[in-house]
T-cell receptor, first 114, second 116 residues
């Protein structure tokens, strides 16, 4: 069965430092990977996705993610964190066996301290 | 253009009552999805519409849950005989296309349902 793991419930980073939010996945076919961000009392906002091609994907707000097939990972990164990046981040995956469903991780709370 | 909108933003009801949650997708998006999100968890798929028809309703937890999209635009999620365990944030998303694997789903702000 398809699954997504976000091993860290919370990540704390000082403003200006690089940040990484981890995501690993398990699917039987080729993965289609997504990152979303959720601010308090707001819906999920799309950040970026990997479908095929370059392993490094660039997205909104300066975020990027690296697809690593051998490690089945899709970690979210940003070179220099902002306090406004503090939010809940979700990784999600689809493949041929998941039909139309996005399979979601449990989320990682990112806290950027000034 | 406008994003996905959902009404109401909050709904408080009593156990056993019937509720309807509405979703208005992005104009021109033919694919529409409903998810449910409980506190501290990722969203859980409920149902997917392509046009007017439910192409995948495998996520609906039981027959108390039903959703319609009669004209291929606005969708209504209906919950009968609500239970306290139905309390969650109900999210709607839409995408432009046939629900393909690489399509980006755009989410509304959600409806927070509380069943007392």
């Amino acid at each position: 069965a398809q699954s997504v793991a976000q091993p860290e419930d919370q990540v704390n980073v000082a403003e200006g430092n690089p940040l990484t939010v981890k995501c690993t996945y398990s699917v039987s076919g080729n993965p289609y990977l997504f990152w979303y961000v959720q601010y308090p009392n707001r819906g999920l906002q799309f950040l970026l996705k990997y479908i095929t091609g370059d392993n490094l994907v660039k997205g909104s707000y300066g975020f990027e993610a690296e697809f690593n097939k051998s490690q089945t990972s899709f970690h979210l990164k940003k070179p220099s964190a902002l306090v406004s990046d503090s939010a809940l981040y979700f990784c999600a995956v689809r493949d041929m066996d998941s039909n139309y469903q996005l399979i979601w991780g449990a989320g990682t709370k990112l806290i950027i301290k000034p | 253009g406008a994003g996905v909108s959902q009404t109401p933003s909050n709904k408080v009801t009593e156990k056993g009552k019937y509720v309807e949650l509405r979703c208005d997708p992005i104009s021109g998006h033919t694919a529409l999805y409903w998810y449910r999100q409980s506190l501290g968890q990722g969203p859980e798929f409920l149902i997917y519409f392509q046009g007017t028809g439910a192409a995948d309703d495998s996520g609906l937890p039981n027959d108390r849950f039903f959703a319609v999209r009669p004209e291929g635009s606005v969708s209504t999620l209906k919950i009968q005989r609500t239970e306290r365990g139905d309390s969650a944030v109900y999210l709607c998303a839409s995408s432009f296309g046939q629900g393909g694997l690489g399509e980006t789903q755009y989410f509304g702000p959600g409806t927070r349902l509380l069943v007392l």
